[in-house]
């Protein structure tokens, strides 16, 4: 009966977004492995696929350049040492090629920006919230505003929102990394061994991440390979709704809540690149960015077991400390007449 009603309740949603019983289906396992069924009202939308794409009524030099942006989004080290330095693809965080529920699937982006972001306090289009994935999630250098690879990225994201409604005024399906309920305790020494039993396997016990022949497998959670202190998922609650609705790979939802909001914990406080908004010092940045992003990370905290000042450093990993050009740059309503 109950699975009965998980169905009923998924078709229902289904039905309202306008989707397919068919598209549906892919919706009703996600129910059966344990994530929450849509609630009424919710938007439900399946991306289409790049097999959709080659059967898509569209020109083919628009085909060509979503091709592009697939190819870059899921394999994201052919920028390496030019708009990548560190060991992410976007793919890394987005699973299932940008299209996975409760993975921060990408297409919602194309559909409620620009909007106002609190992470710069301005309002955000697509590039920029893409340029922004560079800066932090890469620890790199974006590609410009309008060149042929940031056309390609928008394009794939875009794609994958097709038949979705903009700015759609229902809450949007699996969006984000949903974090579980945050126990009244967190261990950093619980979070360390539930690492070691579950998490490295793909990433190491010491957070480099995993390799075969010199090429990246699984990326490394902390170190100069991973992101830098401005990333999203430094913050706990991001962290530990990733780690909760998609880890290990394969085994989502396996991990109880508490196992879960450990390993962010434990993962969050060890050392990255720096913010590349550094001031050139720990607590000053810690002021400036504190009350809109760093309040809900480790940034400038104090290890417990080692009395380590998190962040109070001036390593920027691979980048070195050229500054990303979209960060600081100016918005309008700054320039002079």
């Known amino acids: 009966?109950?699975?009965?009603?998980?169905?009923?309740?998924?078709?229902?949603?289904?039905?309202?977004?306008?989707?397919?019983?068919?598209?549906?289906?892919?919706?009703?396992?996600?129910?059966?492995?344990?994530?929450?069924?849509?609630?009424?009202?919710?938007?439900?939308?399946?991306?289409?696929?790049?097999?959709?794409?080659?059967?898509?009524?569209?020109?083919?030099?628009?085909?060509?350049?979503?091709?592009?942006?697939?190819?870059l989004f899921t394999n994201t080290q052919q920028l390496r040492g030019e708009n990548v330095f560190n060991d992410m693809n976007c793919s890394?965080?987005?699973?299932?090629?940008?299209?996975?529920?409760?993975?921060?699937?990408?297409?919602?982006?194309?559909?409620t920006l620009p909007d106002f972001r609190g992470k710069n306090q301005h309002v955000n289009n697509l590039e920029e919230r893409i340029a922004g994935c560079f800066a932090y999630?890469?620890?790199?250098?974006?590609?410009?505003?309008?060149s042929d690879d940031m056309l390609a990225l928008?394009?794939?994201?875009?794609?994958?929102?097709?038949?979705?409604?903009?700015?759609?005024?229902?809450?949007?399906?699996?969006?984000g990394f949903p974090a579980p309920e945050k126990p009244e305790e967190l261990s950093y020494a619980r979070g360390e061994q539930a690492y070691l039993d579950n998490?490295?396997?793909?990433?190491s016990e010491d957070g480099?991440?995993?390799?075969?022949?010199?090429?990246?497998?699984?990326?490394?959670?902390?170190?100069?390979?991973?992101?830098?202190?401005?990333?999203?998922?430094?913050?706990?609650?991001?962290?530990?709704?990733?780690?909760?609705n998609n880890m290990p790979l394969g085994q989502p939802l396996s991990l109880?809540?508490?196992?879960a909001w450990d390993i962010a914990y434990y993962m969050t406080r060890q050392e990255r690149p720096q913010d590349p908004r550094y001031t050139?010092?720990?607590?000053?940045?810690?002021?400036?960015?504190?009350?809109?992003?760093?309040?809900?990370?480790?940034?400038?905290?104090?290890r417990e077991h080692d009395g380590h000042r998190l962040a109070d450093h001036a390593n920027f990993g691979e980048k070195g400390d050229i500054v990303p050009w979209n960060v600081g740059v100016p918005r309008f309503e700054d320039l002079e007449d």
């Open 154 to 175: 928008s394009a794939y994201h875009r794609w994958l929102a097709k038949g979705a409604p903009m700015y759609p005024d229902q809450p949007i399906y699996g969006r």
């Open 137 to 146: 999630s890469m620890n790199g250098i974006p590609p410009e505003y309008g």
């Open 280 to 302: 050139g010092d720990v607590e000053e940045t810690l002021e400036k960015f504190g009350p809109t992003f760093h309040k809900n990370s480790s940034y400038g905290q104090v």
């Open 256 to 259: 109880s809540d508490q196992e």
């Open 1 to 71: 009966m109950k699975l009965r009603r998980t169905t009923l309740a998924v078709a229902s949603a289904a039905l309202a977004a306008g989707m397919s019983m068919a598209a549906s289906a892919e919706y009703e396992k996600l129910v059966e492995m344990g994530y929450p069924a849509p609630k009424e009202g919710d938007l439900v939308h399946v991306p289409p696929t790049m097999a959709d794409l080659e059967e898509a009524d569209i020109h083919p030099e628009l085909k060509k350049v979503i091709r592009r942006g697939y190819d």
């Open 199 to 203: 998490c490295a396997v793909c990433h």
């Open 92 to 111: 890394s965080c987005h699973l299932g090629e940008g299209r996975q529920p409760f993975s921060a699937p990408v297409w919602p982006a194309a559909v």
């Open 208 to 244: 480099s991440g995993h390799y075969e022949d010199g090429e990246y497998v699984f990326p490394a959670p902390w170190g100069d390979g991973s992101n830098n202190w401005g990333a999203g998922i430094v913050r706990t609650h991001t962290a530990a709704g990733f780690i909760k």
